[in-house]
């Protein structure tokens, strides 16, 4: 029996493509920070391709909160999935930094000493060598706390015993060297639109929509200016929020649906023949529909006001062919 953790709703979506090329018999287990409608809809979805599932919901309150829910996760993997009489033999996960998952693996691997283990993307931290998937940023002092926990893996632990590692970014340097590419929107990618260029009477409609992003630690006065500016700039039609956002942007249309952007985009292409214009910070989501469609457009938004760490994701971008724009 196989496991496989997901943390978010891209996640999801990668799962189910590795769950349907595989011909093996699936576990699911999802962790969130809160159960939105997205995380429902994917996890609603996913389900039907596992023969069972779990969900976990993680506390960031305060750290003594954070400790009592970290307990209680290493007591649900034990209950709920140890004490099945079900032998898991591979784990998949793509939040290679959790140290929930690393609690999870080191229960497993007790369990089963000969536990193979694969990853897969998260986004583009994947690609990112300043991102928390290739700089530990746990303390001296976090390892030894989390060890006396009961967790015996950590970030390079994790990476080093992967066996391999499936990523959505073709030709592009992962976490590991031995990776496998894997398609996330050909399951529903229409390959016979029927609305191609000697179909239209009239020149298309073109779409902005600007993806929300969360951008710690830009405060929110500053996020909200941003949005502004970039709105005001472009004449944004539609914003489209982040599954993880906190703040509300009420200048903007807002997208809301179940679908995570990937899935909307293509469902949107589909139904009409518009040209879509996609305005972003530097959001995987962006990335991962580049090339996509003739009628998509990517532009990458820079401004002094976006914290230093995040120059590497826009290098990303470029060498991807992306344009970047600034507007300070």
């Known amino acids: 029996m196989n496991l496989i953790i997901c943390c978010t709703p891209l996640q999801m979506l990668i799962a189910e493509a590795i769950i349907r090329q595989s011909n ?12 939105s409608n997205k ?22 309150k305060n750290k003594i909160l954070q400790l009592i829910n970290f307990i209680k996760f290493r007591y649900f993997v034990i209950s709920e999935i140890l004490n099945k009489d079900v032998k898991i033999k591979s784990v998949y996960i793509a939040s290679i930094d ?20 694969y990853t897969f993307d998260d986004g583009t931290a994947n690609i990112d060598e300043n991102s928390q998937f290739y700089i530990e940023n746990r303390s001296k002092y976090g390892k030894i706390f989390y060890f006396l926990l009961g967790n015996r893996y950590n ?15 073709k030709n592009m340097k992962n976490i590991i060297y ?49 949005i502004e500016k970039i709105h005001n700039n472009f004449n944004i039609d539609f914003y489209f929020p982040h599954p993880r956002e906190e703040y509300s942007i009420n200048i903007i249309d807002n997208i809301n649906c179940d679908f995570i952007f990937e899935e909307y985009i293509i469902s949107e292409l589909k139904k009409n023949n518009y040209i879509y214009h996609i305005f972003t910070f530097f959001s995987s989501a ?26 590497n994701a826009y290098n990303i971008f470029k060498k991807q062919n992306v344009q970047i724009i600034t507007i300070d």
């Open 24 to 35: 093996e018999k699936y576990i699911l287990l999802v962790l969130s920070l809160s159960k």
């Open 39 to 60: 995380y429902t809809y994917y996890l609603n979805n996913l389900r039907k391709h596992t023969i069972d599932s779990y969900f976990f919901e993680i506390s960031q």
């Open 98 to 117: 959790s140290v929930y998952l690393h609690s999870a693996l080191s229960l497993l691997k007790y369990r089963n000493s000969r536990l193979c283990i």
């Open 155 to 169: 970030l390079s632990i994790v990476k080093k015993e992967s066996s391999l590692h499936y990523t959505i970014y």
């Open 178 to 226: 031995n990776t496998e590419y894997i398609d996330i929107v050909h399951f529903y990618q229409n390959k016979n639109d029927a609305t191609s260029e000697k179909n239209q009477i009239s020149p298309p409609k073109c779409i902005s929509i600007l993806l929300g992003q969360p951008l710690s630690p830009m405060t929110k006065k500053d996020y909200i200016h941003l």
């Open 286 to 311: 962006a990335l991962n529909i580049n090339n996509l469609s003739e009628r998509i457009s990517i532009f990458s938004i820079y401004s002094n006001l976006i914290p230093t760490t995040y120059n």
